[in-house]
């Protein structure tokens, strides 16, 4: 059974008022005992000092005179307390005992016989406690005889019951006050969390806007829901986020597939020569592969959020790398009458996936020419760069072309996912609005970084920086 933070905040305030109240209680009872039996103890032997006063020691033995005081002094065992006294001699021969001592013996107590001072102790007579002092008679430096009072226990037992009944009233008093006082604690601290639970429990996609507001709450509960209304904002940017990002999935897979639906019904309106059939069958491929490089950049996406793309790093000379690939990215520029100008430092080795540094370089050439009406060359260089640590280097692949430029506010967003500029046209050539995305998204799996400058009409660079492996800090 799990108890609620409230409930326990109150059992544990409760019981921690009840064990320091029954502690403080023990210790003040404990007290009181010894008080109330040191009081008992001087009390009783200094009325039956006057007993001793009467004991003399003449010719060789210890004798008594009983006196008229001596009678008075017997009131003593007719009070409330009822007081017993025995007298005896140093061989314990009684000399005189109160009558109410009845058959009691002074024998059995030689335990207890002091030397010195006055001793007491607890003894039960006929089943009553009774509480007892006996001390020695002096004469002359010697000991003559020996005095036993005892008190029966009703006087402390009286004070001892008064003593508990007051405890007993003050812990219930007690349980009572640190009750009241837990609650209300229980429900300072409980109430502002049950507050952040409401509120919570309300944000939805219907309202992602609702927030914590909390008045005159303590720092921790501050800081709590400010981190918490923190979180719904990531959240209800997420959620935007998805939202935005099902919509444009949606769009961009509609389009081509409304394409494809509207050129198969109307090829299948009427009979069609066998060359008609292959020029639509070839505009209903051109339709498919772009849905499927639309599915391939998501999957390839997602992959990268779930953290399950498995990068398979190698050691890549750069110069090696340029001149297994060059080929490609030239002919990609030759289709545009663009020719590809390539430029890198020797020496340059990076720790990379081969097969994503080549989609990361295919992505930006292929956006350089497309985005190049003319016939304007693309430059690509490729150079070694220090570090701002100033220990370790990166290599710093520039791709710059002379095209059609971004304006500066579209250029913060072409990172985003199917964010395109000239939709029409970037659909003519065959754009997803991915490939910038996966370019990002590879440089940061390379624990490296992509920005992009451009100039509206003046042409666009692209800069990757992926950090260069050990070997390149020796040379
Ligand atoms: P796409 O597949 O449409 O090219 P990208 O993510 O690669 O998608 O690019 C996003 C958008 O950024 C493009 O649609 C284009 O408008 C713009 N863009 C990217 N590279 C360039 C460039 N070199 N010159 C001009 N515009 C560019």
């Known amino acids: 059974m799990s108890l609620s933070l409230r409930t326990k905040f109150i059992l544990v305030f409760v019981f921690l008022g009840l064990f320091m109240a029954a502690a403080t209680s023990a210790v003040f009872y404990l007290s009181f005992d010894n008080l109330i039996r040191a009081k008992m103890k001087s009390d009783l032997a200094n009325e039956s000092q006057e007993f001793a006063d009467y004991v003399r020691y003449e010719k060789g033995r210890t004798i008594i005179e009983p006196s008229k005081e001596w009678q008075e002094l017997e009131h003593l065992k007719n009070s409330d307390y009822s007081r017993y006294i025995l007298v005896t001699d140093t061989a314990f021969t009684t000399l005189h005992k109160s009558e109410n001592l009845g ?13 010195e001072a006055v001793e007491s102790y ?15 008679i002096r004469k002359n430096e010697r000991i003559i005889g020996y005095v036993l009072a005892a008190e029966n226990y009703r006087r402390t037992a009286y004070f001892l019951e008064v003593f508990e009944r007051t405890i007993f009233i003050s812990l219930v008093v007690l349980i009572l006050i640190s009750f009241t006082v837990a609650v209300f604690f229980a429900n300072r601290v409980t109430r502002p969390l049950l507050a952040i639970q409401q509120v919570a429990g309300r944000i ?6 609702r927030r914590i507001e909390l008045k005159d709450s303590e720092k921790e509960i501050e800081n709590l829901s400010d981190s918490l209304n923190r979180l719904f904002d990531r959240l209800e ?3 935007s986020q998805i939202n935005e990002f099902s919509s444009n999935v949606s769009h961009e897979l509609r389009t081509p597939l409304t394409v494809l639906r509207g050129n198969i019904e109307v090829s299948l309106t009427k009979d069609r020569t066998s060359e008609e059939y292959i020029e639509i069958l070839s505009g209903l491929l051109e339709e498919t592969l772009h849905v499927i490089r639309i599915v391939d950049d998501l999957l390839l996406l997602a992959r990268a959020d779930a953290k399950e793309l498995r990068i398979q790093t190698e050691p890549i000379h750069i110069e090696d790398f340029c001149l297994e690939f060059s080929k490609d990215w030239e002919m990609i520029c030759a289709m545009r009458k663009q020719t590809l100008r390539c430029e890198h430092e020797p ?20 956006n350089a020419s497309k985005f190049t009406a003319g016939t304007e060359p693309i430059d690509v260089s490729i150079k070694k760069q220090l570090a701002e640590n100033g220990k370790t280097y990166y290599a710093e692949i520039v791709v710059t072309d002379r095209g059609i430029g971004i304006s500066g506010e579209d250029s913060e967003h072409v990172f985003d996912r199917f964010y395109r500029v000239q939709k029409d046209r970037s659909r003519e050539t065959g754009g997803t609005g991915l490939g910038l995305s996966i370019c990002k998204m590879i440089a940061e799996l390379h624990h490296g970084t992509i920005s992009l400058k451009s100039k509206e009409g003046f042409g666009t660079s692209v800069t990757v920086r992926i950090p260069a492996t050990n070997n390149l800090e020796i040379r």
């Open 237 to 239: 940017k997420s959620f």
């Open 347 to 366: 020496g340059i080795v990076i720790e990379a996936d081969k097969n994503l540094l080549y989609q990361l370089f295919l992505n930006i050439i292929s």
């Open 103 to 115: 058959r009691f013996e002074f024998q059995s107590f030689h335990k207890f016989l002091p030397t």
């Open 122 to 136: 607890d003894i039960d007579m006929d089943s009553v406690k009774y509480f007892c002092v006996v001390f020695p």
């Open 204 to 209: 939805d996609l219907q309202s992602p806007g």
